[in-house]
């Protein structure tokens, strides 16, 4: 069973930075050969896509978070990350990770959340 958590998030000002880990297990050679990405959901809104890294390191972000956030990851520990620099308070939301660009509902953890204040 796959499992992904999904860690770092707290309060922080606007201007400051925050790293976001997600860990996964069950996913065995699966998460070595797959495309992995990070969502947020604010409240009352729908769940967005934020960030994707391809199983061979290439990136693309959403064009709000471009030149603040990257994301990486390191497939010894199976883990990604998303490094947030520069946040503003739109970035107020729950962060998840899942597969990319199409996720599996079955893979959504419990988020973590980020919440930036003024």
């Known amino acids: 069973q796959v499992q992904l958590v999904e860690s770092g998030g707290g309060l922080v000002q606007a201007g400051g930075s925050l790293r976001l880990t997600c860990t996964a297990s069950g996913m065995g050679n699966m998460y070595r050969d797959d495309n992995l990405g990070w969502y947020r959901q604010a409240p009352g809104n729908r769940r967005d896509f934020v960030a994707g890294?391809?199983?061979?390191?290439?990136?693309k972000y959403a064009d709000s978070v471009k030149d603040r956030f990257t994301i990486s990851r390191d497939n010894t520990k199976n883990t990604v990350y998303l490094q947030m620099n520069s946040l503003k308070p739109e970035d107020t939301a729950a962060y998840y990770c899942?597969?990319?660009?199409?996720?599996?509902?079955?893979?959504w953890g419990q988020g973590t959340q980020v919440t930036v204040s003024s």
């Open positions: 899942n597969t990319w660009p199409n996720w599996r509902t079955d893979y």
């Open positions: 890294i391809t199983s061979t390191g290439r990136t």
